[in-house]
C-alpha cells in the first residue's frame, strides 16, 4: 500500500524559505518517480517539480531557480527546498508518485505573506 506523508508548511514571510519532506512507503522508493505539486484555493492543481529515480529534475517556469527538489533514497524522503517565496506560492504542496497510478499525500499548507 502506497503511503506518502508531507511536512514542513507553514507560514513564512515573502522571501523566507522552507523546506517540504515526503517520507514514501509501499513502493521502490530508489526507481520511483516523485513530485511535488501544488493547489492554490480556485486554482488547478499544478506540478511544481518532479525527480526520477536516476535523479534527473524538472521544475514549472514559475519556480526555476527557486526551489530545489532532491531525494535521500536511504530515507525513503523527497525534499522540496523552497526559497525567495513569493505570496503566489501559496497553496497545498502535495507529494505525488507515479506508478500504475498517480498517488497523492494529504498535502501541507504553505502561506506566504506579504
Known amino acids: 500500500q502506497v503511503q506518502l506523508v508531507e511536512s514542513g508548511g507553514g507560514l513564512v514571510q515573502a522571501g523566507g524559505s522552507l523546506r517540504l519532506s515526503c517520507v514514501a512507503s509501499?513502493?521502490?522508493?530508489?526507481?520511483?518517480?516523485m513530485g511535488w505539486y501544488r493547489q492554490a484555493p480556485g486554482k488547478q492543481r499544478e506540478l511544481v517539480a518532479r525527480?526520477?529515480?536516476?535523479?534527473?529534475?524538472n521544475y514549472a517556469d514559475s519556480v526555476k531557480g527557486r526551489f530545489t527538489i532532491s531525494r535521500d533514497n536511504a530515507k525513503n524522503t523527497v525534499y522540496l527546498q523552497m526559497n525567495s517565496l513569493k505570496p503566489e506560492d501559496t497553496s497545498v504542496y502535495y507529494c505525488?508518485?507515479?506508478?500504475?497510478?498517480?498517488?497523492w499525500g494529504k498535502g501541507t499548507l504553505v502561506t506566504v505573506s506579504s
Open positions: 505525488s508518485y507515479r506508478g500504475m497510478m498517480n498517488y
Open positions: 525527480i526520477t529515480g536516476s535523479g534527473s529534475t
Open positions: 509501499g513502493m521502490i522508493f530508489s526507481i520511483a518517480t
